[in-house]
């Protein structure tokens, strides 16, 4: 069903961007897309307690507020909507809802919102206890006292519950995190009669150190295959909700709406959250701003999405190539810690893999989609070319204007600038032969500018060493050696194979590069175009 809230006097449409209310999005006639058929499913055919794992910036805080807005009968928030045709009683709970995306990354911060938020709900219900009650004894008390004065039973919505132990691992702060989260929350299995709902919501599993050792009767409903759309996006969501949107993006770009569908795809789509239901889910938060904007970008990953990945993954200028397929057991992707789960858990759980394919009990994970790949190399570049970032900025500029005009010799200027002698002096890529440290790193670039690249492209000839695209351009490049017989060689290569016969039927100019690359690992020596 299409979204039917009530829009504004001008009948215009409006992208809920940023805005993480249900009510405000109904109230201020914001477009919706309506998950109200899940949300009902999950509050009446589920479990009681349950969890669910989306990247962040995913639309749970807006499901949150959805559950919560449903649990205190606010059924005029819901006309038209799906749910209206299931629920027939709109009864009214007490819903006690925490954020703890506020709860800082240090036990003194995360203890004075969680006595902030007590001190609310405490006012609300008209209870309170001495000053020297602890915050465990006031959070029973809040439930308990809500029960009692509403004679129904209580719904708990916990939203990010992870953010405070996320930000907290590997600094001191973390066992005194974990300390507040096993006191405090350790209430909420003793009170199980007076509650009707729990729900919470994370990106990241902590299982033995936090509500997870508390509530072993919380139900993980990140893989079922009822629920893998009810956060983000999916493409009939997309056709039955944004299409207006959709061509306004494709005039403004002069595209056709078919080009557009299929540039939003190649950027924000592409994510897997069950193997049982593949069904394709676009990140929401980058496709809205992209249509609000009518612009490609890397909307999530600037939006600090990257900030934790050091802390979980370890050396990944080196290991992202691997990354990008990668295999991982049901079992650690499904119920292990992210704490020993290694890096490819926390990438899936975090966005930066998603779920490509399922055989025998293991998952194959993979980069979703172009948003990501070009966030993650552009992270990972300055570490693998040994220089800040701010020193290579300018470079990269350049060599992505000079591409997308086709000006050869200033862009291969600015890609000898950047290659440099990287393959020589970082030594973490000494297992590497030198033409493999040349595609890592040339590649690697390439990607951190926003190229839809490939290594080692197999066609019906050969494998071509990296094939680059962008907007106007196919670039098919293949590298040598000097020892291996330099540019001569790559060219003979090039032509006797025909490596460009592949491109002729795009409608897009097909680039050449044969490239000589010292044998030493000191940089790119010669290169001509075809």
């Not at 940023?18 to 477009?31: N, V």
């Not at 709109?90 to 990354?105: E, F, Q």
Request: aromatic fraction near 10%; charged fraction near 25%.
């Amino acid at each position: 069903m299409k979204n039917k809230a009530v829009m504004t006097e001008t009948n215009e449409r409006k992208l809920p961007v940023g805005i993480q209310s249900f009510k405000k999005i109904r109230e201020e006639g914001y477009l919706y897309v309506d998950k109200t058929e899940m949300v009902w499913n999950l509050a009446n055919k589920g479990a009681r307690y349950d969890y669910l794992s989306r990247p962040r910036r995913f639309g749970k805080s807006v499901l949150v507020d959805t559950l919560q807005c449903y649990f205190e009968g606010r059924k005029e928030l819901f006309e038209g909507l799906k749910i209206m045709e299931m629920e027939k009683d709109w009864t009214c709970h007490p819903v006690i809802r925490l954020d703890m995306s506020n709860g800082s990354d240090n036990a003194k911060d995360l203890e004075a919102y969680l006595d902030f938020v007590f001190s609310k709900y405490e006012k609300l219900y008209e209870t309170k206890l001495p000053d020297t009650a602890s915050l465990t004894v006031r959070f029973s008390n809040i439930i308990e006292t809500a029960n009692k004065v509403t004679g129904k039973q209580v719904v708990i919505l916990i939203d990010e519950y992870d953010s405070p132990l996320q930000h907290s691992w590997k600094t001191p702060e973390h066992e005194n995190c974990t300390r507040v989260y096993r006191s405090v929350f350790s209430v909420l299995k003793t009170l199980d009669e007076i509650e009707r709902f729990v729900f919470i919501t994370g990106i990241t599993k902590f299982t033995q150190i936090s509500l997870f050792s508390v509530l072993n009767n919380l139900s993980n409903i990140s893989f079922d295959a009822e629920y893998a759309g009810i956060c983000g996006i999916t493409q009939q969501e997309l056709t039955d909700n944004f299409m207006p949107e959709t061509s306004q993006m494709a005039e403004a770009n002069g595209w056709t709406t078919e080009e557009t569908l299929r540039q939003l795809k190649a950027y924000y789509d592409g994510y897997h959250f069950c193997r049982k239901n593949m069904i394709d889910v676009y990140n929401p938060y980058s496709l809205v701003h992209a249509l609000a904007t009518k612009d490609l970008r890397s909307f999530w990953a600037s939006s600090g999405a990257t900030t934790a990945l050091a802390k979980f993954v370890n050396d990944m200028e080196i290991r992202l190539k691997d990354l990008d397929q990668c295999a991982i057991i049901s079992t650690t992707i499904e119920s292990s810690d992210v704490t020993g789960g290694g890096a490819e858990l926390f990438m899936y759980q975090s966005g930066y893999l998603t779920i490509k394919g399922y055989t025998g009990g293991t998952y194959m994970l993979g980069i979703p989609n172009h948003e990501v790949r070009q966030a993650l190399y552009e992270m990972v570049l300055p570490a693998l070319a040994m220089r800040k970032g701010s020193d290579i900025q300018s470079a990269q500029a350049f060599l992505n204007l000079n591409l997308y005009n086709g000006n050869m010799p200033e862009a291969m200027k600015q890609l000898k600038a950047l290659v440099a002698d990287v393959p020589y002096s970082n030594k973490k890529l000494a297992s590497m032969d030198m033409e493999e440290r040349y595609r890592l790193i040339i590649s690697t670039i390439l990607n951190a500018i926003g190229m839809r690249v490939e290594v080692e492209k197999m066609i019906s000839t050969g494998r071509i060493d990296i094939v680059a695209e962008n907007s106007t351009f196919i670039y098919v490049m293949e590298l040598k050696l000097t020892k291996n017989g330099g540019v001569n060689a790559a060219e003979k290569q090039i032509t006797d194979n025909r490596y460009t016969e592949p491109f002729k039927a795009d409608k897009r100019k097909t680039i050449a590069l044969a490239i000589e690359l010292d044998d030493l690992g000191k940089g790119l020596l010669e290169w001509k175009q075809l």
